[in-house]
């Protein structure tokens, strides 16, 4: 059922079973999964079908830290404010978390999941339908691997090849019908959330007031209520839901909006393969006769994370320059790395006949950091709220690891005989260049206890019995590249299975 909530009589009162609040990837998923379920679910989106510059604009706000460089870039023009949520604009690059990334890893402060690897692998399973790629490590990719082969760097290589599937889901489109025209949901457009209000006894939340842009404002009131507006907004309504509680919903600890993280993404390196550029297909995103394109990254081995004690890397590279023919006389470690100790080669031969030249665009893990956090800002938006400021802070430590996975790379290229490899900037040029992925990550972090996160291992907020966080924001680290928009649908599901089972 679609209803525009512009529509309703001021001060009206909606109520549910569950109501879950944002439409992009999260809460789309969420709904769907109440398709049939038997329960009330009340759907809350922002906007419309189509983008719209006033609504848009209440994601404004102010940004600082030690690397924003462009104030709106993560805060309005990242995220896209209308039904499907920046799914509209994404992408598509999926692969799943490691097994390691949810390990409390000693060189990584605050690190470590209440949930492991085995625990979501079910939950990946049946994602895959949602953004429509075949599995992962499955027939699809070993048919890829013998059409398009990898670097063979050899055994002990700290260095090797990670499959990633790029999606060409657009939410807002592919599941709108579905949604739309679901007896059990109640879609309500052009509805932005404002404040969470508790019971009498502080315990739970009795409802939540929403208001229209230039239009009525009206309660939902719900058994349950799950929070899906990104990662920063996610923080922002937690905070602003203080009317009981002055810091906000569950920041008794002063953690909401912390440890904000994104990928670090910048074109760090080059390298030199000796090796025709069409060996290289594997690390080009193609579309063998459909829609879903795979790619080859090259990551580092999680023997080598553990032994170097490096934080997530992938390299995707960047085949941009036409292939050159290396002098016959010039041997292959011949190499003009700014990191100047590279290994004998295993093999003598030189580097003669047809060799490409690539970028290397690094995406890595960024350390959780409690410096870098989502506050509210002293500037209202249209609705009267306060704006979020971010402070995004990436520590000197994330760059020194990139730096030494680029290294790695370079010496088991060289090892290997595949190539050459050159660091462009130092770690101490890495900080301005730097961009984010624009993956909004932690600032509602998983942690079984209330001193060290802000939601449970079942995305509960503590303090509260009915209101639970979905999305990246719950994500206590957040991997490489790829990992996600794919793992956060993945809790999304293991979380609509806890909620059946507590309501059904």
């Known amino acids: 059922m679609l209803i525009d909530a512009r529509e309703l009589r001021d001060g009206s009162r909606v109520d549910a079973d569950l109501c879950i609040v944002g439409a992009g ?20 989106e922002s906007g419309g079908f189509e983008p719209d510059a006033g609504t848009q604009d209440l ?14 870039l993560h805060l309005v023009r990242t995220r896209l404010r209308f039904f499907g949520g920046s799914t509209n604009h994404w992408g598509g690059y999926c692969r799943p978390l490691a097994p390691l990334d949810f390990e409390s890893r000693p060189w990584v402060p605050e690190s470590g999941w209440p949930v492991d690897r085995r625990e979501l692998d079910p939950f990946y399973a049946r994602a895959l ?13 070993r048919d890829r691997l013998r059409e398009r082969p990898t670097l063979d760097l050899g055994a002990d290589s700290g260095i090797e090849t990670s499959m990633i599937h790029l999606s060409s889901t657009r939410f807002g489109q592919r599941y709108r019908q579905e949604i739309v025209t679901a007896g059990e949901i109640a879609l309500y457009l ?25 239009g009525p404002r009206f309660s939902v009131h719900a058994r349950t209520f799950v929070l899906a507006t990104g990662g920063i907004e996610n923080a922002r309504l937690l905070l602003l839901s203080r009317r009981d509680r002055v810091a906000g919903l569950g920041n008794r600890h002063d953690l909401v909006g912390r440890f904000f993280m994104d990928h670090l993404s910048l074109e760090a390196g080059r390298a030199l393969f000796t090796r025709p550029v069409g060996d290289l297909s594997l690390y080009r995103a193609v579309r063998p006769g459909g829609r879903v394109a795979s790619l080859g990254l090259i990551t580092t081995s999680e023997a080598a994370q553990r032994e170097k004690q490096l934080l997530g890397f992938s390299a995707r590279v960047l085949l941009e320059r036409e292939a050159k023919r290396l002098p016959a006389d010039r041997p292959l470690l011949d190499i003009t790395w700014a990191l100047d100790h590279l290994s004998e080669p295993r093999s003598s031969a030189s580097a003669q006949g047809e060799a ?28 009267g709220q306060p704006r979020a400021r971010l402070d995004w802070r990436v520590a000197r430590a994330d760059y020194d690891s990139i730096a030494r996975s680029l290294e790695l790379m370079a010496r088991d290229l060289g090892q290997a005989a595949q190539g050459r490899g050159q660091l462009r900037i130092s770690p101490e040029e890495m900080r301005p260049r730097s961009n984010g992925w624009s993956h909004h990550m932690g600032t509602t972090r998983m942690h079984e206890d209330p001193r060290s996160g802000v939601v449970d291992a ?45 309501m059904l």
């Open 25 to 44: 990837a999260a809460g789309i998923s969420l709904a769907r999964e109440w398709i049939g379920a038997g329960r009330r679910v009340v759907l809350l």
């Open 59 to 72: 994601y404004a706000g102010e940004a600082v830290g030690n690397v924003i460089a462009t104030p709106d």
């Open 129 to 141: 339908s949602l953004i429509e790629v075949p599995p992962f490590g499955g027939d699809y990719d």
């Open 190 to 214: 052009h509805a932005n959330a404002l404040e969470f209000e508790t019971d009498d006894a502080d315990r739970r939340v009795a409802r939540l007031q929403v208001a229209c842009l230039a």
């Open 356 to 383: 490409i030249t690539a970028g290397l665009m690094v995406v890595a893990e960024q350390a959780p950091d409690r410096k870098s956090r989502v506050t509210l800002g002293t500037d209202r938006d249209a609705l």
């Open 458 to 502: 079942q995305c509960r907020v503590h303090g509260v019995e009915n209101l639970y966080v979905a999305g990246s924001s719950v994500f206590p680290t957040g991997g490489s590249e790829g990992t996600t928009t794919f793992t956060l649908l993945a809790l999304t599901l293991r979380l609509s299975d806890h909620l059946k089972r507590e």
